[in-house]
């Protein structure tokens, strides 16, 4: 009891989640194995058009979450809130439940715990592996040292009504949106001197742009703001900037996303981002979601030679 009491002292929110998951016991240590069974084994999805979301809980630990969002490959995280493993690698392999003996598990490779709540994240391959694994019937396993005194701590992903809700999923995933909101949420169209002409890349981003418009009524403001080069006059500069700021509106708005959206600025050459010319000559595109702070006010500028 007088561990127990220090080591309230030391980490008193640690220890209470121990505590409240009933797996403190004294003079038990806190090795252990968590997983769900036959009985209490569930896999539900989470889904929309921007992202899919497999997730099954790890009785007395957490969740372990199979990921992905628009315009992403598939993730893998194991969560919770007790930070039951300590901090460092921890071991990664796939093995057979208790009723198939005989079948020797097979080592995925090594993976990092961290000290936040999501102890395990895990990118496409290893989650790639995580999955088909689980499809044919095996489970699995991250083993580490416990936080509290070393002893080994396992977390058991079951496959347990894996297989229909994996169905389920695939189908939410060939649905999702081309991009998510991370990815177009500030975006940039690059000119060459003087142009102010899209290219068939310009239109593809663009078009990913107005499909996620089309899908996410949270989005308050398109924020459409032309640049240009510091070559030549201001007054041509700031002109030419405009021009390009309307060519992508213009073009949005082609492709149905509503007028009343749309906010065309333009900069000149006022607001450079580097000191190549060719850097500058853009229009940047953000979009802006309820509740978040409005863009910068359109600039003025002036000045004298050819524009660029």
């Known amino acids: 009891m007088t561990v127990m009491a220090l080591t309230f002292t030391k980490n008193p929110r640690k220890m209470l989640g121990m505590l409240a998951l009933g797996i403190f016991l004294p003079g038990s240590g806190m090795a252990g194995s968590y997983g769900a069974g036959i009985s209490n084994s569930q896999w539900y999805l989470a889904e929309s058009v921007f992202e899919c979301s497999l997730v099954h809980e790890v009785p007395g630990y957490g969740r372990a979450v199979f990921r992905r969002r628009a315009g992403e490959s598939l993730s ?3 969560e919770s809130e007790s930070h039951l493993m300590r901090p460092g690698r921890g071991a990664l392999v796939v093995e057979a439940p208790a009723w198939r003996p005989g079948v020797a598990p097979r080592p995925v490779g090594v993976v990092d715990i961290s000290e936040g709540r999501r102890q395990v994240s895990l990118e496409t391959r290893q ?7 689980l499809l044919d019937g095996m489970r699995p396993t991250v083993t580490r040292a416990s936080w509290y005194d070393g002893s080994p701590i396992r977390v058991q992903v079951s496959n347990i009504n894996f297989n229909g809700q994996y169905q389920r999923y695939r189908s939410c995933a060939a649905n999702l949106l081309p991009v998510n909101i991370d990815q177009i949420g500030r975006s940039r169209v690059a000119f060459s001197s003087g142009s102010k002409n899209l290219s068939e890349a310009d239109m593809n981003m663009l078009d990913n742009i107005v499909a996620y418009l089309m ?7 398109v924020f459409v703001d032309g640049h240009s080069d510091s070559i030549g006059s201001r007054i041509d ?3 030419l900037s405009e021009d390009r700021a309307n060519v992508v509106a213009d073009y949005l708005k082609s492709r149905g996303v509503s007028p009343n959206l749309i906010t065309v600025r333009a900069h000149g050459d ?13 229009t940047t595109i953000r979009l802006q979601r309820e509740g978040e702070r409005p863009g910068l006010q ?3 500028g002036y000045g004298g030679a050819s524009a660029g």
Request: net charge positive.
């Open 298 to 300: 359109q600039a003025n």
């Open 127 to 133: 989650a790639v592996i995580l999955a088909q694994s």
């Open 237 to 239: 500069n700031r002109a």
């Open 76 to 78: 893998f995280f194991l």
């Open 270 to 282: 006022q607001y450079p981002v580097s000191k190549r010319p060719a850097d500058n000559r853009r």
């Open 215 to 221: 899908a996410d009524s949270t989005v308050e403001r």
